[in-house]
Protein backbone atom coordinates (compact mmCIF):
# COMPACT_ATOMS: atom_id res chain seq x y z
CA UNK A 1 0.00 0.00 0.00
CA UNK A 2 0.89 3.62 -0.67
CA UNK A 3 0.94 5.71 2.47
CA UNK A 4 0.50 9.24 1.64
CA UNK A 5 3.49 11.10 2.94
CA UNK A 6 4.06 14.16 0.63
CA UNK A 7 2.91 16.93 1.51
CA UNK A 8 1.06 18.14 -1.27
CA UNK A 9 -1.70 15.03 -0.81
CA UNK A 10 -2.30 16.67 2.40
CA UNK A 11 -2.85 19.63 0.73
CA UNK A 12 -4.96 17.95 -1.84
CA UNK A 13 -7.05 16.10 0.88
CA UNK A 14 -7.64 19.03 2.72
CA UNK A 15 -8.70 21.42 -0.01
CA UNK A 16 -11.17 18.40 -1.54
CA UNK A 17 -12.75 18.13 2.27
CA UNK A 18 -13.48 22.04 2.05
CA UNK A 19 -15.28 21.60 -1.29
CA UNK A 20 -17.11 18.87 -0.50
CA UNK A 21 -18.88 20.93 2.10
CA UNK A 22 -18.67 24.03 0.26
CA UNK A 23 -21.66 25.47 1.59
CA UNK A 24 -19.90 25.01 5.19
CA UNK A 25 -16.67 26.26 4.12
CA UNK A 26 -18.07 29.35 2.27
CA UNK A 27 -20.59 30.62 5.34
CA UNK A 28 -17.46 30.18 7.78
CA UNK A 29 -14.54 32.35 5.48
CA UNK A 30 -17.72 35.15 4.87
CA UNK A 31 -17.86 34.62 8.86
CA UNK A 32 -13.93 35.51 8.79
CA UNK A 33 -14.48 38.51 6.45
CA UNK A 34 -16.80 40.29 8.30
CA UNK A 35 -14.17 39.90 11.67
CA UNK A 36 -11.29 40.83 9.64
CA UNK A 37 -13.12 43.81 8.12
CA UNK A 38 -14.46 45.15 10.94
CA UNK A 39 -10.52 44.50 12.41
CA UNK A 40 -9.16 46.20 9.57
CA UNK A 41 -11.68 49.25 9.54
CA UNK A 42 -11.48 50.00 13.12
CA UNK A 43 -8.08 49.78 13.76
CA UNK A 44 -7.51 51.92 10.48
CA UNK A 45 -10.20 54.50 11.72
CA UNK A 46 -8.26 54.91 15.51
CA UNK A 47 -5.36 55.42 13.90
CA UNK A 48 -6.26 57.88 11.77
CA UNK A 49 -8.44 59.78 14.62
CA UNK A 50 -5.02 59.49 16.80
CA UNK A 51 -2.65 61.04 14.13
CA UNK A 52 -5.35 63.56 13.13
CA UNK A 53 -5.55 64.60 17.17
CA UNK A 54 -2.19 64.46 17.72
CA UNK A 55 -0.78 66.32 14.71
CA UNK A 56 -3.49 69.12 15.22
CA UNK A 57 -2.74 69.46 19.23
CA UNK A 58 1.42 69.67 18.01
CA UNK A 59 1.36 71.57 14.71
CA UNK A 60 0.99 74.44 17.03
CA UNK A 61 3.37 73.37 19.98
CA UNK A 62 6.93 71.98 20.52
CA UNK A 63 7.31 68.75 21.56
CA UNK A 64 9.63 69.82 24.54
CA UNK A 65 9.82 73.11 26.30
CA UNK A 66 12.77 74.21 28.49
CA UNK A 67 12.30 76.69 31.03
CA UNK A 68 14.67 78.68 33.58
CA UNK A 69 14.13 76.29 36.71
CA UNK A 70 11.17 78.45 39.79
CA UNK A 71 12.75 80.95 41.78
CA UNK A 72 12.37 79.79 45.43
CA UNK A 73 12.45 81.65 48.75
CA UNK A 74 15.53 80.52 50.74
CA UNK A 75 15.30 79.78 54.43
CA UNK A 76 18.28 80.27 56.95
CA UNK A 77 18.86 77.28 58.82
CA UNK A 78 18.48 77.42 62.31
CA UNK A 79 21.24 77.24 64.42
CA UNK A 80 21.90 73.66 66.40
CA UNK A 81 19.20 72.14 68.71
CA UNK A 82 16.76 74.96 67.60
CA UNK A 83 13.07 74.12 66.39
CA UNK A 84 12.41 76.01 63.46
CA UNK A 85 8.36 76.03 61.94
CA UNK A 86 8.30 77.45 58.49
CA UNK A 87 5.43 79.06 57.08
CA UNK A 88 6.46 79.86 53.19
CA UNK A 89 4.22 81.13 50.47
CA UNK A 90 5.26 80.39 47.01
CA UNK A 91 7.63 83.27 45.23
CA UNK A 92 6.05 85.37 42.94
CA UNK A 93 7.66 84.36 39.44
CA UNK A 94 8.78 86.86 37.07
CA UNK A 95 9.14 86.88 33.25
CA UNK A 96 13.24 85.75 33.14
CA UNK A 97 16.07 84.61 30.65
CA UNK A 98 17.83 81.24 30.85
CA UNK A 99 21.40 81.61 31.16
CA UNK A 100 23.81 81.09 28.67
CA UNK A 101 21.20 80.12 26.57
CA UNK A 102 23.67 80.81 23.56
CA UNK A 103 25.84 77.82 24.50
CA UNK A 104 22.60 75.85 25.98
CA UNK A 105 21.53 76.18 21.93
CA UNK A 106 24.96 74.85 21.11
CA UNK A 107 24.68 72.08 22.97
CA UNK A 108 21.38 71.07 21.72
CA UNK A 109 22.06 71.35 18.22
CA UNK A 110 24.66 68.59 18.63
CA UNK A 111 22.97 66.66 21.00
CA UNK A 112 21.38 63.34 18.99
CA UNK A 113 17.29 62.47 18.94
CA UNK A 114 16.30 66.23 18.53
CA UNK A 115 14.95 67.72 15.11
CA UNK A 116 15.21 71.14 15.97
CA UNK A 117 16.26 73.62 18.44
CA UNK A 118 14.69 77.47 18.30
CA UNK A 119 15.18 80.18 21.36
CA UNK A 120 12.35 81.93 22.05
CA UNK A 121 11.15 85.00 24.02
CA UNK A 122 7.94 85.58 25.09
CA UNK A 123 5.70 87.51 27.62
CA UNK A 124 2.48 89.39 28.05
CA UNK A 125 1.34 92.99 26.33
CA UNK A 126 -1.44 94.86 25.29
CA UNK A 127 -2.28 95.99 21.94
CA UNK A 128 -3.66 99.30 20.92
CA UNK A 129 -5.60 100.70 18.18
CA UNK A 130 -7.28 103.50 18.81
CA UNK A 131 -10.08 103.10 21.76
CA UNK A 132 -9.03 99.25 21.35
CA UNK A 133 -7.07 97.53 23.67
CA UNK A 134 -6.66 93.97 23.89
CA UNK A 135 -4.17 91.79 25.84
CA UNK A 136 -1.49 89.69 24.34
CA UNK A 137 1.44 87.30 24.05
CA UNK A 138 4.49 88.67 22.41
CA UNK A 139 6.24 85.59 21.06
CA UNK A 140 9.91 86.61 19.80
CA UNK A 141 11.36 84.19 17.26
CA UNK A 142 14.28 83.16 15.25
CA UNK A 143 12.28 82.80 11.87
CA UNK A 144 14.52 80.43 10.22
CA UNK A 145 14.74 78.03 13.83
CA UNK A 146 11.26 78.47 14.45
CA UNK A 147 9.79 77.23 11.32
CA UNK A 148 11.00 74.24 11.95
CA UNK A 149 9.18 73.85 15.38
CA UNK A 150 5.99 75.05 13.73
CA UNK A 151 5.76 75.50 10.13
CA UNK A 152 4.26 79.14 10.09
CA UNK A 153 4.11 78.89 6.07
CA UNK A 154 1.44 76.56 6.18
CA UNK A 155 -0.96 78.67 8.50
CA UNK A 156 -0.79 82.24 6.80
CA UNK A 157 -4.40 83.44 5.71
CA UNK A 158 -2.82 86.88 4.35
CA UNK A 159 0.27 88.69 3.73
CA UNK A 160 3.55 86.82 3.86
CA UNK A 161 5.64 85.37 6.88
CA UNK A 162 8.08 88.02 7.90
CA UNK A 163 8.94 89.70 11.10
CA UNK A 164 11.73 91.97 11.83
CA UNK A 165 12.16 95.57 11.02
CA UNK A 166 9.12 96.38 12.70
CA UNK A 167 7.26 93.82 11.32
CA UNK A 168 4.83 91.28 13.25
CA UNK A 169 2.57 88.31 12.62
CA UNK A 170 -0.66 88.35 14.39
CA UNK A 171 -4.03 85.99 14.80
CA UNK A 172 -6.97 85.49 12.32
CA UNK A 173 -8.59 86.23 15.33
CA UNK A 174 -7.06 89.34 16.79
CA UNK A 175 -7.17 91.02 13.84
CA UNK A 176 -10.94 90.65 13.84
CA UNK A 177 -11.25 91.58 17.19
CA UNK A 178 -9.06 94.91 15.95
CA UNK A 179 -10.64 95.31 12.75
CA UNK A 180 -7.39 95.47 11.18
CA UNK A 181 -5.88 94.01 7.69
CA UNK A 182 -2.49 93.40 6.32
CA UNK A 183 -0.23 96.22 5.70
CA UNK A 184 -1.96 97.85 8.80
CA UNK A 185 -0.28 99.09 12.25
CA UNK A 186 -0.69 98.97 15.57
CA UNK A 187 0.30 99.77 19.04
CA UNK A 188 2.33 97.17 21.43
CA UNK A 189 2.51 98.12 25.02
CA UNK A 190 4.51 95.87 27.31
CA UNK A 191 4.68 98.45 30.04
CA UNK A 192 5.35 102.14 31.38
CA UNK A 193 7.99 102.59 29.20
CA UNK A 194 8.19 100.20 26.94
CA UNK A 195 6.28 100.37 23.45
CA UNK A 196 6.29 100.52 19.60
CA UNK A 197 3.99 101.19 16.74
CA UNK A 198 4.61 97.95 14.07
CA UNK A 199 3.32 96.68 11.16
CA UNK A 200 1.60 93.80 10.47
CA UNK A 201 3.34 92.18 7.51
CA UNK A 202 0.99 89.02 8.12
CA UNK A 203 -2.01 86.89 9.85
CA UNK A 204 -1.83 83.29 10.83
CA UNK A 205 -4.49 81.12 12.05
CA UNK A 206 -3.08 78.52 13.71
CA UNK A 207 -6.90 76.66 14.57
CA UNK A 208 -6.59 77.09 18.44
CA UNK A 209 -9.01 79.91 19.52
CA UNK A 210 -6.78 80.70 22.29
CA UNK A 211 -3.45 81.11 20.17
CA UNK A 212 -5.64 83.09 17.32
CA UNK A 213 -6.77 85.40 20.23
CA UNK A 214 -4.00 86.49 21.60
CA UNK A 215 -0.76 85.53 19.49
CA UNK A 216 2.05 88.29 18.36
CA UNK A 217 4.91 86.86 16.84
CA UNK A 218 7.59 89.54 16.10
CA UNK A 219 11.56 89.37 15.79
CA UNK A 220 13.44 87.78 18.92
CA UNK A 221 15.51 91.34 19.08
CA UNK A 222 12.50 93.41 19.08
CA UNK A 223 10.66 90.70 21.80
CA UNK A 224 14.08 91.32 23.75
CA UNK A 225 13.62 94.90 23.79
CA UNK A 226 9.79 95.48 24.43
CA UNK A 227 9.63 92.55 27.18
CA UNK A 228 13.04 94.19 28.70
CA UNK A 229 14.47 90.99 28.69
CA UNK A 230 17.72 92.37 25.84
CA UNK A 231 19.74 89.62 24.83
CA UNK A 232 17.56 86.97 27.15
CA UNK A 233 14.91 83.85 25.73
CA UNK A 234 12.69 82.62 28.08
CA UNK A 235 11.69 79.12 26.16
CA UNK A 236 14.00 76.55 24.38
CA UNK A 237 11.44 74.83 21.65
CA UNK A 238 12.84 70.86 20.54
CA UNK A 239 11.10 68.94 18.75
CA UNK A 240 11.80 65.09 18.05
CA UNK A 241 11.36 62.63 15.71
CA UNK A 242 9.58 59.90 17.41
CA UNK A 243 7.34 62.08 19.41
CA UNK A 244 6.56 59.39 22.17
CA UNK A 245 9.85 59.28 23.32
CA UNK A 246 9.59 63.03 23.95
CA UNK A 247 9.18 62.37 27.87
CA UNK A 248 12.45 59.86 27.92
CA UNK A 249 13.90 63.04 25.62
CA UNK A 250 12.70 65.55 28.20
CA UNK A 251 14.07 63.51 30.82
CA UNK A 252 17.84 63.30 29.26
CA UNK A 253 17.68 67.27 28.57
CA UNK A 254 16.90 67.91 31.94
CA UNK A 255 19.93 66.29 33.78
CA UNK A 256 22.55 67.29 31.11
CA UNK A 257 21.27 70.91 31.06
CA UNK A 258 19.52 71.60 34.27
CA UNK A 259 16.46 73.44 32.98
CA UNK A 260 12.63 72.57 33.76
CA UNK A 261 11.91 69.98 30.62
CA UNK A 262 8.41 69.91 30.01
CA UNK A 263 7.16 67.30 27.14
CA UNK A 264 4.04 67.62 25.31
CA UNK A 265 2.97 64.51 26.51
CA UNK A 266 3.07 65.72 30.41
CA UNK A 267 1.19 69.43 29.60
CA UNK A 268 -1.36 66.88 27.64
CA UNK A 269 -2.12 64.17 29.67
CA UNK A 270 -5.83 64.18 29.46
CA UNK A 271 -5.39 63.93 25.18
CA UNK A 272 -2.93 60.78 26.33
CA UNK A 273 -5.17 59.35 28.67
CA UNK A 274 -7.57 59.43 25.90
CA UNK A 275 -5.21 57.65 22.87
CA UNK A 276 -5.03 55.39 25.42
CA UNK A 277 -8.19 54.45 26.44
CA UNK A 278 -9.01 53.97 22.29
CA UNK A 279 -6.13 51.95 21.94
CA UNK A 280 -7.41 50.06 24.10
CA UNK A 281 -10.90 49.34 23.50
CA UNK A 282 -9.23 48.88 20.04
CA UNK A 283 -7.55 46.38 21.21
CA UNK A 284 -10.05 44.55 23.00
CA UNK A 285 -12.24 44.62 19.72
CA UNK A 286 -9.53 42.68 17.78
CA UNK A 287 -9.67 40.21 20.97
CA UNK A 288 -13.39 39.32 21.04
CA UNK A 289 -13.34 39.45 17.50
CA UNK A 290 -10.86 37.27 17.06
CA UNK A 291 -12.13 34.88 19.62
CA UNK A 292 -15.56 34.65 17.95
CA UNK A 293 -13.83 33.93 14.33
CA UNK A 294 -12.15 30.86 15.91
CA UNK A 295 -14.84 29.19 17.40
CA UNK A 296 -16.90 29.71 14.39
CA UNK A 297 -14.15 27.77 12.03
CA UNK A 298 -13.63 25.57 15.43
CA UNK A 299 -17.21 24.44 14.91
CA UNK A 300 -17.39 24.02 11.12
CA UNK A 301 -14.11 21.79 11.31
CA UNK A 302 -15.73 19.86 14.54
CA UNK A 303 -18.56 18.89 12.10
CA UNK A 304 -16.18 18.05 9.31
CA UNK A 305 -14.54 15.55 11.83
CA UNK A 306 -17.77 14.27 12.21
CA UNK A 307 -19.16 13.53 9.02
CA UNK A 308 -15.88 12.51 7.63
CA UNK A 309 -15.45 9.58 10.14
CA UNK A 310 -15.63 7.11 7.89
CA UNK A 311 -13.25 8.92 5.23
CA UNK A 312 -10.56 9.11 8.28
CA UNK A 313 -10.81 5.51 9.38
CA UNK A 314 -10.04 4.97 5.57
CA UNK A 315 -6.64 7.04 5.41
CA UNK A 316 -5.97 5.67 8.57
CA UNK A 317 -6.39 1.89 6.98
CA UNK A 318 -4.88 2.35 3.90
CA UNK A 319 -1.21 3.96 5.73
CA UNK A 320 -1.81 7.46 6.46
CA UNK A 321 -0.55 8.25 9.80
CA UNK A 322 -2.32 10.46 12.69
CA UNK A 323 0.36 13.27 11.84
CA UNK A 324 -0.53 13.31 8.63
CA UNK A 325 -4.56 13.78 9.76
CA UNK A 326 -3.66 16.50 11.79
CA UNK A 327 -2.65 18.21 9.15
CA UNK A 328 -5.02 18.05 6.83
CA UNK A 329 -7.21 19.57 9.31
CA UNK A 330 -4.69 22.62 10.50
CA UNK A 331 -4.60 23.10 6.75
CA UNK A 332 -8.49 23.52 6.56
CA UNK A 333 -8.24 25.88 9.23
CA UNK A 334 -5.26 27.66 7.22
CA UNK A 335 -7.66 28.15 4.66
CA UNK A 336 -10.76 29.45 6.00
CA UNK A 337 -8.63 31.89 8.06
CA UNK A 338 -6.50 33.11 4.69
CA UNK A 339 -9.42 32.86 2.43
CA UNK A 340 -11.48 34.77 4.80
CA UNK A 341 -8.66 37.50 5.59
CA UNK A 342 -8.64 38.43 2.02
CA UNK A 343 -11.82 38.76 1.28
CA UNK A 344 -12.39 40.88 4.54
CA UNK A 345 -9.33 43.18 3.49
CA UNK A 346 -10.83 43.76 0.76
CA UNK A 347 -13.65 44.72 1.50
CA UNK A 348 -11.90 46.92 4.20
CA UNK A 349 -10.34 48.50 1.22
CA UNK A 350 -13.62 48.93 0.36
CA UNK A 351 -15.21 50.51 3.81
CA UNK A 352 -12.14 53.09 4.37
CA UNK A 353 -12.79 54.32 0.55
CA UNK A 354 -16.34 54.86 1.40
CA UNK A 355 -15.54 56.71 4.55
CA UNK A 356 -12.88 58.90 3.01
CA UNK A 357 -14.85 59.67 -0.11
CA UNK A 358 -18.53 60.00 1.49
CA UNK A 359 -17.86 60.63 5.28
CA UNK A 360 -17.69 63.72 6.91
CA UNK A 361 -14.35 64.65 6.04
CA UNK A 362 -12.82 65.56 9.47
CA UNK A 363 -9.70 63.53 8.67
CA UNK A 364 -8.13 60.88 5.98
CA UNK A 365 -8.29 57.45 7.34
CA UNK A 366 -5.04 55.28 5.45
CA UNK A 367 -4.76 51.46 5.57
CA UNK A 368 -1.13 50.97 6.58
CA UNK A 369 0.48 48.13 4.43
CA UNK A 370 1.59 46.63 8.19
CA UNK A 371 -1.94 46.81 9.40
CA UNK A 372 -2.62 44.45 6.35
CA UNK A 373 0.08 42.18 6.84
CA UNK A 374 -0.65 41.65 10.82
CA UNK A 375 -4.79 41.02 10.29
CA UNK A 376 -3.89 38.59 7.49
CA UNK A 377 -1.05 36.79 9.43
CA UNK A 378 -3.72 36.65 12.56
CA UNK A 379 -6.77 35.60 11.20
CA UNK A 380 -4.35 32.69 9.57
CA UNK A 381 -2.53 31.95 12.63
CA UNK A 382 -6.60 31.94 14.71
CA UNK A 383 -7.37 29.49 11.71
CA UNK A 384 -4.71 27.12 12.46
CA UNK A 385 -5.11 27.74 16.18
CA UNK A 386 -8.98 26.95 15.73
CA UNK A 387 -8.20 24.27 13.87
CA UNK A 388 -6.51 22.42 16.81
CA UNK A 389 -9.03 20.64 18.93
CA UNK A 390 -11.07 19.02 15.45
CA UNK A 391 -7.76 17.94 14.37
CA UNK A 392 -6.52 16.28 17.47
CA UNK A 393 -9.78 14.48 17.31
CA UNK A 394 -9.41 13.33 14.46
CA UNK A 395 -5.72 12.16 14.19
CA UNK A 396 -6.82 10.00 17.36
CA UNK A 397 -9.60 8.54 15.80
CA UNK A 398 -9.08 4.23 15.79
CA UNK A 399 -9.15 3.08 12.15
CA UNK A 400 -11.80 0.25 12.84
CA UNK A 401 -13.81 2.05 15.21
CA UNK A 402 -14.08 4.86 12.61
CA UNK A 403 -14.86 2.53 9.86
CA UNK A 404 -17.23 1.00 11.31
CA UNK A 405 -18.83 4.91 11.92
CA UNK A 406 -22.09 5.23 10.52
Same mark, same amino acid.
Given at each position: ??????????????????????????????? *??????????????????????????????????????????????????????????????????????????????????????????????????????????????????? $?????????????????????????????????????????????? $????????????????????????????? $??????????????????????????????? *????????????????????????????????????????????????????????????????????????????????????????????????????????????????????????????????????????????????????????? *?
Amino acid at each position: MVRPKRLWTEWTLAIGFLREGRTQSLMIAIG *VAVGVAVIVFITALIQGLQSNTIERTLGTQAHIRLLAPEEVNRVHPASPGTLQLVLEDKRPQRLRSINNWQEITATLDQLPGLSAVSPVVSGPAFVRRGEALESVALVGIDAERY $QRIIPLDDYMVAGELRVGADDVLIGARLAEDLGVGQGQKLRLESGE $QNGAVVNISGIFELGVRELDERYVYMDLK $QAQSLLDLPGGVTVIDLTVPDIFTADQVADR *VQRLIGLDAQSWIETNAQLMNALTAQSLSTNMIIVFVAISVAFGIASVLSVSVVQRTREIGILRATGATRAQILRVFLIQGAVLGMLGSVMGIAASYGLVWVFNTFGPGLFYIPVPPGLVAATLLLATLTGVLAAAVPSRRAARLDPVEAIRY *V
